[in-house]
C-alpha cells in the first residue's frame, strides 16, 4: 500500500522556466493538498482539490501558480516563469473522505530556481 | 498573522525524561488541533490529535492536553527517546465549510540527549 508519492523529489529550474511538480494520492484517497514550506518558516496551506475540481485555493499566488487534479493521473501543481522567491519544499497530501483529518504527506518535491 | 504559534523554536531534553511542546492559537473557531512530526528531508508525520471537545487525549508515549480557555495546547512525551529527536508542528483546522485545511505553527525542534 504506497503512501503519497511525490516526484520528483529535488528539481532544479532557471529563473523563468517552468517547474511542475506531481502528487499521487494514496489509493482509495481522492482529496489532495498542496502546502509551501519556504526556508525557516511553517507550512502554508496553497490549494485543495477533488478529483476534477478545485475546492479551495485561497493560499495560492495570484499569478504563476496553477493546480489539478484530473480524472486520471497525478495532481499537478504548475508554476511558470520560476523566480528565485519561489524556491521551496512543496508538500502534497492527501485524504480520503473531505471530511478527514487524516492527511497523509508525501515526501515533498525541493524546488531550487538559479 | 499568525494564527497558530510555537513560541519555542526549539527544546533539548535528556533522554527518559520528559518533553513539553507548546502551541497557542487565536482563532475561537479551531474545533480540531493535530500534532505532527518531521524529519530532515520528510514529509510530516501525523502523532496524535485532539478534538476541542475534548481536554486531554493519549497515545503510548504521547498526550495532548487542550486549554481552550487559555486557547493553548500542549505535547508532552514521556519517556523522551533519542529517536523522538524531529521538528514538531502543532495545527488547527476550523469548521469552514468543512475544508479540513491546516493552519499550521513554525514548529519546535526537539533535540533528545542520550
Not at chain 1, 24 to 38: A, T
Not at chain 1, 74 to 95: E, H, K, M, T
Request: hydrophobic share 30%.
Amino acid at each position: 500500500n504506497a503512501g503519497v508519492m511525490q516526484n520528483p523529489r529535488h528539481l532544479v529550474r532557471r529563473r523563468g522556466q517552468e517547474a511542475r511538480l506531481r502528487c499521487s494520492p494514496m489509493k482509495g484517497h481522492s482529496h489532495v493538498y498542496w502546502y509551501r514550506q519556504l526556508p525557516e518558516e511553517g507550512l502554508k496551506f496553497m490549494v485543495y482539490l477533488q478529483k476534477e475540481n478545485i475546492i479551495d485555493e485561497s493560499g495560492m499566488p495570484k499569478e504563476r501558480f496553477s493546480a489539478e487534479f484530473p480524472k486520471e493521473g497525478p495532481s499537478i501543481l504548475r508554476i511558470q516563469q520560476v523566480v528565485r522567491g519561489d524556491s521551496a519544499a512543496y508538500f502534497c497530501a492527501s485524504s480520503p473522505d473531505r471530511g478527514g483529518h487524516g492527511y497523509t504527506f508525501g515526501s515533498g518535491t525541493r524546488l531550487t530556481v538559479v | 498573522d499568525q494564527q497558530v504559534k510555537q513560541n519555542s523554536p526549539s527544546l533539548s531534553v535528556q533522554e527518559g525524561r520528559i518533553s513539553i511542546l507548546n502551541c497557542d492559537y487565536t482563532n475561537s473557531m479551531f474545533d480540531y488541533f493535530l500534532w505532527y512530526k518531521k524529519y530532515p528531508a520528510e514529509g510530516p508525520t501525523f502523532l496524535i490529535s485532539i478534538s476541542s471537545i475534548k481536554d486531554k487525549n493519549e497515545d503510548g508515549r504521547f498526550t495532548v492536553f487542550l486549554n481552550k480557555s487559555a486557547k493553548h495546547l500542549s505535547l508532552h512525551i514521556v519517556p523522551s527517546q533519542p529517536g523522538d529527536s524531529a521538528v514538531y508542528f502543532c495545527a488547527a483546522s476550523g469548521q469552514a465549510g468543512n475544508n479540513r485545511k491546516l493552519i499550521w505553527g513554525l514548529g519546535t525542534s526537539l533535540a533528545v540527549n542520550p
